[in-house]
């Protein structure tokens, strides 16, 4: 089963940019489209964004279009979420998680750790 850890979130003022990442183990990565989603305190996890196995096809919520950009390292075991001209609203912790090909639905209901996004309007 593949396991995964994100990393790279923080506080940063709103207009500003981070970028997340999200590391598997395990040999099966890249026969996995993968997707990021955030939950915001006392919401559900929301989809974000997510990118087909080979990279090509990528996909986002509205809000996040033209701000984000999803991309993989199928080498690396590594998926990430540049996030540019960040808002407030962005605030939330981040989870990556596989997903049913070319849907945002995440194959499996448990989540890791995430990593926090706290923007400073």
């Known amino acids: 089963q593949v396991r995964l850890v994100e990393s790279g979130g923080g506080l940063v003022q709103a207009g500003g940019s981070l970028r997340l990442s999200c590391a598997a183990s395990g040999r099966t990565f890249s026969t996995y489209a993968m997707g990021w989603f955030r939950q915001a305190p006392g919401l559900e996890h929301k989809f974000v964004a997510a990118?087909?196995?080979?990279?090509?096809?990528?996909y986002y919520t509205n809000s996040v279009n033209g701000r984000f950009t999803i991309s993989r390292d199928n080498a690396e075991s590594t998926v990430y979420l540049q996030m540019n001209s960040l808002k407030a609203e962005d605030t939330a912790v981040y989870y990556c998680n596989p997903v049913a090909d070319g849907t945002t639905r995440p194959l499996r209901d448990f989540w890791g750790q995430g990593t926090q996004v706290t923007v400073s309007s």
């Open positions: 990118i087909s196995r080979s990279g090509l096809d990528t």
